[in-house]
């Protein structure tokens, strides 16, 4: 599964299958935050656009934007995550995903990292 996760320097991530991409939060993102506690998401139908927010995220920690890594619309929401939003802690890049889109444009793939350059930006932003 890595191979096809592409990820944001926002450490968001996205996998894409056809013309459908599935976006949630990575798990060194979900680590810096701790214990997430709540989650504010987008309705289905609503238009995300790369670059810009799309939704909200709150630990004990803080409360940080989610910048989604692809454009397009939302077909689905992850609404367990809002019930419960410790499955993000559990499982960031699985169960925790957070909305599924319908993207529009491909080619905005190659502006997001690979896993391998993704975990070398990580490596970056640490030091």
Not at 70 to 88: A, F, T
């Amino acid at each position: 599964m890595a191979d096809d996760i592409w990820y944001n320097d926002n450490h968001v991530w996205a996998t894409v299958e056809n013309n459908h991409a599935y976006i949630g939060i990575s798990y060194y993102a979900q680590e810096e935050l701790g214990d997430i506690l709540f989650v504010e998401l987008p309705e289905v139908g609503d238009r995300v656009v790369q670059g810009k927010s799309f939704g909200e995220i709150e630990s004990a920690k803080t409360i940080s934007d989610l910048i989604a890594p692809l454009s397009g619309k939302v077909v689905e929401v992850n609404n367990d995550v809002i019930n419960e939003p410790s499955i993000i802690n559990e499982d960031p890049l699985g169960d925790g995903w957070l909305i599924e889109i319908e993207t529009v444009d491909a080619k905005e793939l190659k502006s997001l990292l690979t896993q391998e350059k993704y975990e070398k930006h990580i490596k970056e932003v640490s030091q």
